[in-house]
């Protein structure tokens, strides 16, 4: 089994449209989380830290769920930009700097 | 200001050859990784430095990768014999402090460009 899972999708989303999806994670002592956005064919790009009470950057919502082990990523207002995929990434409390990704779940926002 | 650096950018080498990628991180950031991305796959952690010292090579798929920093900054991950199975995007990120700290939140990898390796 997979550390951190996701669905690959795709997800196809009108513009203007939310969508959401979620990650889960193996390791019950992981401790940090986070939502990085890469485009393809470019590197990975912080898109958000992942905070235990959940938190709002503009669009986009980050929920962190402890007792099920997963974490989650809504997009409102969807625009053409947000496509990409998006790799949830948990830091496990063992190792630091090992920080875990998933495999991505793409995005795919249309006119 | 300047961003993660690798190189090169890409590198087609013959199986058996040995490679030598390189990454120069972001000044002052303490921490630094290599990850590599085979196509569409997710990222595959490799090796992770805190300063010079390497407290987790757990990644390293094969005694024939080995990664070295110098410095405190530049570091190189070498491939020796290497296998058409090598082949990937080799990916170095830099962050001014270790994730998992308390104050890891405002500490965020940043990734370089990437050498795109292929072993023909």
């Known amino acids: 089994r997979k550390e951190v899972e996701q669905d690959p999708g795709p997800f196809n989303v009108p513009e203007g449209a939310t969508v959401a999806f979620n990650c889960t994670y193996s390791n019950s002592a992981s401790q940090s989380f986070f939502w990085y956005r890469q485009d393809c064919r470019k590197e990975p790009k912080l898109l958000m830290s992942v905070y235990s009470s959940g938190n709002e950057d503009g669009r986009f919502t980050a929920q962190l769920n402890r007792a099920s082990q997963y974490i989650s990523l809504l997009i409102r207002d969807s625009k053409l930009s947000d496509s990409a995929t998006y790799l949830c990434?948990?830091?496990?409390?063992?190792?630091?700097?090992?920080?875990?990704f998933g495999a991505g779940t793409q995005v795919v926002v249309t006119p | 200001g300047a961003g993660v650096s690798q190189s090169p950018s890409n590198k087609v080498t013959e199986k058996g050859k040995d490679v030598e990628l390189r990454c120069d991180p972001i000044?002052?950031?303490?921490?630094l990784y290599w990850y590599r991305q085979s196509l569409g796959q997710g990222l595959e952690f490799l090796i992770y430095?805190?300063?010079?010292?390497?407290?987790?090579k757990s990644g390293l798929p094969s005694d024939r990768f080995s990664a070295e920093r110098t410095g405190g900054s530049v570091s190189t991950l070498t491939i020796q014999r290497t296998q058409q199975e090598d082949s990937a995007v080799y990916l170095c990120?830099?962050?001014?402090?270790?994730?998992?700290?308390?104050?890891?939140?405002?500490?965020?990898?940043?990734f370089g460009n990437g050498t795109r390796l292929t072993v023909t």
């Open positions: 990120a830099s962050s001014l402090r270790s994730p998992g700290t308390s104050s890891s939140y405002n500490s965020p990898l940043h």
């Open positions: 430095f805190q300063g010079n010292s390497a407290p987790d």
């Open positions: 000044s002052g950031h303490t921490a």
């Open positions: 990434v948990v830091a496990l409390t063992d190792s630091w700097g090992k920080l875990q």
